[in-house]
T-cell receptor, first 116, second 112 residues
Framework: DTGVSQDPRHKITKRGQNVTFRCDPI?????LYWYRQTLGQGPEFLTY????????KSRLLSDRFSAERPKGSFSTLEIQRTEQGDSAMYLC??????????????FGPGTRLTVT | SQKIEQNSEALNIQEGKTATLTCNYT??????LQWYRQDPGRGPVFLLL?????KEKRKERLKVTFDTTLKQSLFHITASQPADSATYLC???????????FGGGTRVLVKP
């Protein structure tokens, strides 16, 4: 399967612990996005990368959140000192950015985080 | 303030009929609008993209319209089937970075 993959699919952690999620985009895609989705809501943009450069971060992304995309391939999203309000589905998406062309985003299955 | 509104009530529809979903937005000027389908426990799946200078786009049984004066998009599923049951999300694509701003989604249930 050559789609977007995310690991783990589910994570249960205690409040105050750190967690890290991984996203592997479609190999030829140069853009990678992170979104967060809570029950009954649409996904909310968190941040995106073009190749290895992080080009935009949402104001939703507090300083407890950090994302990286070393070498422009896979990406990690780390949440430090988790809070119960961080419980959500974390979605990764990738797309191919090309001049003059608007492309859709391909989403992974998500990582469901539960903070107890 | 900026808002994207989709009907939060589920749409129950009989198989074979046309489902029509609305997406209204305020204080945005999207260059593009995208529609996605999401099944429970899964990530969204792209369906259609429409540009601000296009009035209508079709793909198989799906049709999308985009009215930048009314600030509204309509999404139609014709000859609906039970397999079309899912949540449908509209997303504004505001050009810079291709990041998407999603509405809350509308759940569609097609009954046989």
């Amino acid at each position: 399967d050559t789609g977007v993959s995310q690991d783990p699919r589910h994570k249960i952690t205690k409040r105050g612990q750190n967690v890290t999620f991984r996203c592997d985009p479609i190999s030829e895609h140069n853009r990678l996005y992170w979104y967060r989705q809570t029950l009954g809501q649409g996904p909310e943009f968190l941040t995106y990368f073009q190749n290895e450069a992080q080009l935009e971060k949402s104001r939703l992304l507090s300083d407890r959140f950090s994302a990286e995309r070393p070498k422009g391939s896979f990406s990690t999203l780390e949440i430090q000192r988790t809070e119960q309000g961080d419980s959500a589905m974390y979605l990764c998406a990738s797309s191919l950015a090309a001049s003059g062309v608007r492309n859709e985003q391909y989403f992974g299955p998500g990582t469901r985080l539960t903070v107890t | 303030s900026q808002k994207i509104e989709q009907n939060s009530e589920a749409l129950n529809i009989q198989e074979g009929k046309t489902a029509t979903l609305t997406c209204n937005y305020t204080n945005y000027s999207p260059a593009y609008l995208q529609w996605y389908r999401q099944d429970p426990g899964r990530g969204p799946v792209f369906l259609l993209l429409i540009r601000e200078n296009e009035k209508e786009k079709r793909k198989e049984r799906l049709k999308v319209t985009f009215d930048t004066t009314l600030k509204q998009s309509l999404f139609h599923i014709t000859a609906s089937q039970p397999a079309d049951s899912a949540t449908y999300l509209c997303a504004l694509d505001q050009a810079a970075g291709n990041k998407l701003t999603f509405g809350g989604g509308t759940r569609v249930l097609v009954k046989p």
